[in-house]
Every structure is written in structure tokens, then in C-alpha cells.
């Protein structure tokens, strides 16, 4: 029985009871006009009244059915009304799906009857659709993929959405191998192609599993943890283990202690100087952004940065890093040092849609022509998706924005396919420059990158220049530009044109003696 026939049965048996007694006392009243003859008693003005008042009662019974007719739908209007907002506390207003609080009444109310084990199934580069595509196109992917799931999983599965791209399955009185089992159905149903208004999409996913918890709310959690280091671990599934909840815990602190270093400006950034190895002359810097932490100190990048990707706070960071590189590249060229700068970028750097925009009004606010920014990209970024990196390169090319590909070597991609992206620059991984004086496969490598990327009309830049004997070397192979310890390590600021003015003169005298 629903809410509102539950309702309406109290009034229903009261109009019930109110006709009964009006057709009992109409009864009585014909059979004591029938015994007193009451007809022939009313003569005068007396028959007058009593018809008014037949006339009047009749009249009565006429509108009076009218008025409870409106009552009646005016009743059964509000009822529909509280079924709704009843509905909409409950359910997700775009899929239709449970929402976070009635998933956990049901959760609760589930594990009273045994173990429910709890999936969290989150979509990987979800952001990205949004940002490339718009928000409409990502909301009606996530009604396709919420219908998916709605009729694929099992039948007793309860099916929530928890917000944005997060999906949470309950599984009543199911134990730890079933749940990984629809864990892997689950991201099966996300990972097939969804065409979304003429565009064909592909999504993976990563999922959390949760067996116990002391309440509905730490299973809930405890899911979101695994989820967290699923994607960490890249593993697709994992499931939730006591040990992860210290590694979570340290993860929330310096995900809340970078947002807040962001925004208060505490990162830092440094730079390290590339020098023409022909002449000896500095061309340029690659910024690299350094994060002081006030209790755990200087916090590497290779820390933060993944933090930052998974989060997305790296638009911001990217921002940060970005504005003071050019703010710094200004001032150095009033000063008379001009220099150009290298940043990178990450992928969600380089899908972002409006960055293209952004870094257009800070050349604009600063003064500053395209040509004085370099984005570098690694092999691992471009070949993340080719098609989408091609087309976003081609538009900040066309800027005048300067290109170049980052740690040569380390990823799949081949040079041939590198040279369809719009990169007048190469820089090689520092991993084969440090070791190609002990190692004559690595400096193979070296020399062939450099004869082959000039054969293509790329500019190559060797990294990791650790000794001089390196240095001398790649003069000999023809390498364009260098940079390394041995040139000069990051350096703040204030010290870089005072750092520059040392190095070219000390590779002066060094070209002479």
C-alpha cells in the first residue's frame, strides 16, 4: 500500500460511517411519517417551509458534491506533491538513482540481516569529458552508464549514485569473492564505449570493495579508501585493508596542507638554466616548482604532483606555476636578460580546455610575446590519447607557443609519431646522458636520437649534463642545448641572473684553455 492510499483510508471509512447515518436516520424519519402520516399533518405554511427546505438540502447535495469533489483533488494533489519531494530526498535527481543518505538507511538497514559488502566505483579522467566536451555531454554519460549498471548488475544489487562520477553497489548477504566478482562486472559495463550525442567515449573505471565496518558510514568509507588506492595502484579492483586507512589518513593531510599551500602561495618556484652547447650562451630556463612543507619539509614533486593530478588541483598548481614563470620571465627582461621559459605540463594540464585562454591574458597582462613560454609534455602525456593531444598542441601552436617533448626515451612512443605533434624541441631523458660515458649502448642511443631528430628538423636538448666530459661529448654528437648539475643546478630568482652571468663566463674561459 502506498503512502497516499494509506492516508486516504481514514477519510474514506469516515465518509463512510457519516452516509450510513444519514441513510439510517432517513429511514426512521420515512417510517415515522409513514406511522404519524406526517404528509397530511403539514398543511398551511408549514408544507411551504418544509419544501424550501427539501429545495434548499437539494441544492446543498449539488454543490456540496462539487466542493468534496475539489477537496478530493486538491487532497490527492498536495499527496502527489509529498510523494515527489519524498522521492527527490531519496533519489539522485539526474540517474534516478539512491542517493548517499538513503544509500546509507539502506546499508543500515540491510546489515541488520547480515554482511553487506559495499562497492564504490569511480570513473577515471571523468573530469576531462567535462572540461573538453561541456557538462551536458557528461551528464548524459553518466545516465547511460547509471542504466548500464542498473540492469547488468545482479538483481538484488542496490544501486546508488554518491555524486559526481561515484557509484556505490550494495550487496546484501554476499561474501568477499562475490563482490569482487561483480566488482569486475561492474567496470566491465564502465569500460565499454558509450556514444553520447554522435561522439563515441571510452571510460575506465577503478573500484573500492568493503566487506566490514562497525557502521554503515565506515563501510561507506572504507570502499572510498580502497577506491583511492585503486587508482594509486592502477589495479581496477581493490579491496578496502585496515593498513591503507594510515596511508589514507597521511594522503588527506597533505591533500588539505597543497590545497592550502596553493592558495596562500607557498609553493616555490626555481629554475634551472639551458645552455647552447656551441657558444655556451644560456637561452632559457625550465621552472620547476619546489613545495617547502612547514613539518614534513621539502616534499620532492614526484610526491606531490600525482596528488595533484588525481585531485585536481593541478589546474591551479599549473596556474601557479605559470604565473610566476612569466611574471619572473618579465622582469628578468626589463632587467635586460632575455630568457625564455620552460614549464610542464601534465595531462590533465594539457586536456584542459580553457588553459590555452589563460595563458593567452597572462602573456597579454605581462606584456610578454608567445615566444617567451616553452610547454614541455612527456612521452607518457602525448601518448595518454593521441588524437585529443594532437588537436590540443595544434591549438597552442598556433599561439605561438613554444612545444617540446620531455624525457625522451622513457615512455612507447616512437620518434616517427612524435613528429606528427607540433614540437620544434627534444629533450632527451637524463637517465641515458648520465650513463653514456660508462655505457656505449646508451650513448648509441644519444647520438642516433640527435642525428635522427635533426634529420626531422627538431631541436635536441640533453639533460642530466653531470660532468664536463659529458658536456664535451655532446658538442661532439651535435647536440643543440644542455642542462644539468654540472651548468648549474635550480636555482631561486634572484639568483638566476647572477648564476648565468658565472656560467657563461666560466664556459668561456673553459672554451679557451
Same mark, same amino acid.
Given at each position: ?162 555524486? @559526481? #562520477?561515484?557509484? %556505490?553497489? =550494495? $550487496?546484501?548477504?554476499?561474501?568477499? !569473492? ?5 566488482? *569486475?562486472? &561492474? ?25 566490514? @565496518? #562497525?557502521?554503515? %558510514?565506515? =563501510? $561507506?568509507?572504507?570502499?572510498?579508501? !580502497? ?5 594509486? *595502484?592502477? &589495479? ?278
Amino acid at each position: 500500500m502506498t503512502v497516499g492510499s494509506s492516508r486516504l483510508a481514514p477519510l474514506r471509512r469516515r465518509v463512510l460511517r457519516e452516509a450510513l447515518a444519514v441513510v439510517t436516520l432517513t429511514v426512521l424519519f420515512g417510517v415515522a411519517a409513514v406511522v404519524w402520516d406526517l404528509p397530511e399533518r403539514l398543511t398551511g405554511p408549514v408544507a411551504h417551509v418544509v419544501l424550501l427546505l427539501a429545495f434548499s438540502h437539494l441544492l446543498m447535495m449539488v454543490f456540496g458534491k462539487r466542493r468534496s469533489d475539489d477537496l478530493k483533488a486538491e487532497y490527492l494533489s498536495r499527496d502527489a506533491a509529498e510523494r515527489d519531494l519524498l522521492h527527490r530526498a531519496r533519489h539522485d535527481d539526474l540517474t534516478g538513482l539512491l542517493n548517499r543518505s538513503a544509500l546509507l538507511e539502506e546499508l543500515s538497514r540491510a546489515r541488520e540481516a547480515g554482511p553487506v559488502p559495499v562497492l564504490l566505483i569511480d570513473l577515471d579522467r571523468f573530469k576531462d569529458v567535462n572540461d573538453v566536451l561541456g557538462h551536458s555531454i557528461g551528464d548524459a554519460l553518466l545516465v547511460r552508464i547509471a542504466g548500464r549498471l542498473r540492469s547488468e548488475l545482479p538483481v538484488d544489487a542496490v544501486l546508488g549514485r554518491l555524486g @559526481g #562520477d561515484e557509484f %556505490a553497489v =550494495l $550487496l546484501p548477504g554476499r561474501g568477499q !569473492a562475490d563482490a569482487e566478482r561483480v566488482a *569486475e562486472q &561492474a567496470l566491465a559495463v564502465v569500460g565499454r564505449p558509450v556514444t553520447v550525442e554522435g561522439t563515441v567515449l571510452e571510460l575506465e573505471g577503478s573500484c573500492g570493495v568493503a566487506i566490514e @565496518g #562497525d557502521t554503515a %558510514a565506515d =563501510l $561507506l568509507r572504507h570502499a572510498d579508501v !580502497a577506491v583511492y588506492a585503486a587508482k594509486e *595502484e592502477h &589495479a581496477g579492483v581493490t579491496v578496502y585493508r585496515p593498513s591503507m586507512d594510515a596511508d589514507s589518513r597521511a594522503q588527506l593531510t597533505l591533500i588539505a596542507d597543497l590545497r592550502r599551500a596553493i592558495r596562500d602561495g607557498e609553493l616555490v618556484v626555481h629554475y634551472q638554466p639551458r645552455v647552447r652547447l656551441s657558444d655556451g650562451r644560456t637561452l632559457g630556463v625550465e621552472a620547476l616548482v619546489r613545495w617547502q612543507h612547514p613539518v614534513r619539509g621539502l616534499v620532492p614533486p614526484s610526491e606531490f604532483i600525482p596528488v595533484a593530478e588525481q585531485t585536481g588541483l593541478i589546474g591551479p598548481l599549473t596556474d601557479a606555476v605559470l604565473g610566476n614563470a612569466l611574471a619572473a620571465c618579465r622582469r628578468w627582461r626589463e632587467a635586460g636578460l632575455d630568457l625564455t621559459v620552460a614549464v610542464n605540463l601534465s595531462v590533465r594540464g594539457l586536456f584542459d580546455a580553457g588553459l590555452a585562454d589563460r595563458i593567452a591574458t597572462l602573456l597579454r597582462d605581462l606584456d610578454l610575446p608567445a615566444s617567451c613560454l616553452e610547454l614541455e609534455i612527456t612521452e607518457s602525456v602525448a601518448m595518454r590519447d593521441p588524437g585529443r593531444a594532437l588537436e590540443v598542441l595544434h591549438r597552442l601552436r598556433d599561439t605561438g607557443i613554444a612545444l617540446s617533448v620531455d624525457d625522451y626515451g622513457t615512455g612507447h612512443a616512437s620518434l616517427a609519431y612524435l613528429t606528427r605533434l607540433p614540437v620544434g624541441t627534444l629533450k632527451i631523458d637524463r637517465s641515458f646522458v648520465q650513463t653514456m660515458e660508462l655505457d656505449a649502448s646508451d650513448r648509441t642511443i644519444v647520438r642516433s636520437t640527435i642525428e635522427l631528430a635533426h634529420g626531422l628538423g627538431l631541436r635536441v636538448v640533453a639533460e642530466g649534463v653531470e660532468t664536463r666530459a659529458a658536456w664535451d661529448d655532446l658538442g661532439r654528437l651535435g647536440c643543440d642545448d644542455a642542462q644539468g648539475y654540472w651548468l648549474a643546478r635550480p636555482q631561486p630568482f634572484e639568483d638566476v641572473a647572477p648564476c648565468v652571468a658565472a656560467l657563461e663566463e666560466r664556459l668561456a674561459v673553459s672554451r679557451t684553455s
